[in-house]
């Protein structure tokens, strides 16, 4: 004969409460593995972002810092080559020189524009003389600047009045060395981001450019 055995209710209670712990604890160690792969695959995925983002970085920082290496040579080049017209001041011819300076767009292409600032009386001694006639200063004063407008290289001589005050000559006039000005807008370029590459430009000791 056989004999059926019902579970009385506290039996089938404690069974009902291990299938919650042990579910429980499933579930808690379903949840910690979750979490750990998570965080591997976030942190793998960032490190993943960063090692990206340093290589477009270095890539791109050697693309520009030659350019500008390039372009701080050929400030100093010009600084040199000027400082050695006013040595003697009688041998100095405006018209050659704007186009020393005109040349240094035609040979490239990244540059803006190219220019020079002097002190008044200061690059031939002659400012007076030139003092508002046609394509110069209306002080007379030697500020040649050529620049990039529409395609082509325009060419003007600015007032010294305009130049004085500006960082790209108030630095390396007051410091002696090369400056780099912080980026900056300019209207006259379509409002492009640029930075001006400067060299002061020597008498003996004193500057005068």
Known sequence: MNVERRPSASSFRVRVRWFALTGGIAFLLFLGVTWAISAVAHRHARDEAFEHARAIAYRHGSEISLPIADALSAARTLAR???GLVRDRTLIRRESVDQMIRRQL???DFFFGAWAVFEPGRFDGRDAEYAGKPGQA???GYIPFAYRKDGRIVFQH???AADKDMPYYTIPRTTGCDAII????DPDAGNVLMSSLCSPIREGKEVIG
């Open 158 to 160: 600015d007032e010294y």
């Open 138 to 140: 209306r002080d007379g």
């Open 106 to 108: 035609e040979r490239n």
């Open 81 to 83: 080559s000027l400082e």
């Open 182 to 185: 912080d980026p900056y807008a």
